[in-house]
């Protein structure tokens, strides 16, 4: 069964504090490792696709990394529009055609003035 | 561009009434998908769909149905709604499985059942 661990399930930083979020997987046979993030009362919003281990992809203050075992998501120097519920999300290879993704239940970033 | 679209986006039932949600999205996907999202879970496959016509089922399907009689539209219904699906209700698609295409979700429905 796939699986997926977000650590910590909630983060507090002040402005300009660079920390990384971690995403921890078991998966069969990885197709991919999505990065999405949330804000209240929306859906989720695609950030990145990861596809093999190293792996690197940018965007803005957003870097998102990737290892057999876990994902990072570097966030460096946030700012409060930065604030957000931060999911991860992997795809797996599988016969039976089924396509869905497993989420993690996400990490919660508060960045605070 | 709207991208998806969910209606409707608020809803009260009483426990076993039935209603339909309906997604629409206009980027000429071939995938949709249907997911559940509760308070201290990750986001649920209900069922999805890999083109007009056809159905399956994901990780928690029993309770609900789904029909994709148009490339562009996904329905899900429930047919006598329970507490327990007290829930956020996410539409999602993508373009195709083989490429590794995103899924693009909707804003939503949120759904009380009393």
């Known amino acids: 069964e796939d699986q997926v661990t977000q650590s910590p399930e909630a983060l507090r930083l002040q402005e300009g504090e660079s920390s990384s979020l971690n995403c921890s997987y078991t998966v069969s046979g990885l197709r991919g490792l999505f990065w999405y993030r949330q804000d209240p009362g929306k859906g989720p919003e695609f950030l990145f696709t990861l596809y093999s281990a190293g792996e690197e992809k940018e965007k803005e203050r957003l870097k998102a990394t990737l290892t057999k075992k876990e994902s990072f998501l570097h966030i460096t120097a946030p700012k409060p529009e930065d604030s957000a519920t931060y999911l991860c999300?992997?795809?797996?290879?599988?016969?039976?055609?089924?396509?869905?993704?497993?989420f993690g239940k996400g990490t919660h970033l508060i960045i605070q003035p | 561009n709207a991208g998806v679209t969910q209606t409707p986006k608020f809803r009260v039932l009483k426990t076993g009434q039935s209603m339909t949600l309906l997604c629409a999205q206009d980027m000429n996907h071939e995938y949709m998908y249907w997911y559940r999202q509760d308070p201290g879970m990750g986001l649920r496959l209900i069922h999805y769909?890999?083109?007009?016509?056809?159905?399956a089922k994901g990780e928690v399907p029993d309770g609900y149905n789904v029909s994709r009689l148009k490339k562009q539209n996904f329905l899900l219904g429930l047919e006598s709604a329970a507490p327990s699906q007290t829930s956020v209700y996410f539409c999602?698609?993508?373009?195709?499985?083989?490429?590794?295409?995103?899924?693009?979700f909707g804003d939503g429905t949120r759904l009380s059942i009393l």
């Open positions: 999602a698609s993508s373009l195709r499985r083989t490429n590794n295409q995103p899924q693009h």
């Open positions: 769909s890999v083109g007009e016509g056809t159905t």
């Open positions: 999300a992997v795809q797996a290879y599988s016969g039976g055609g089924a396509d869905g993704l497993t």
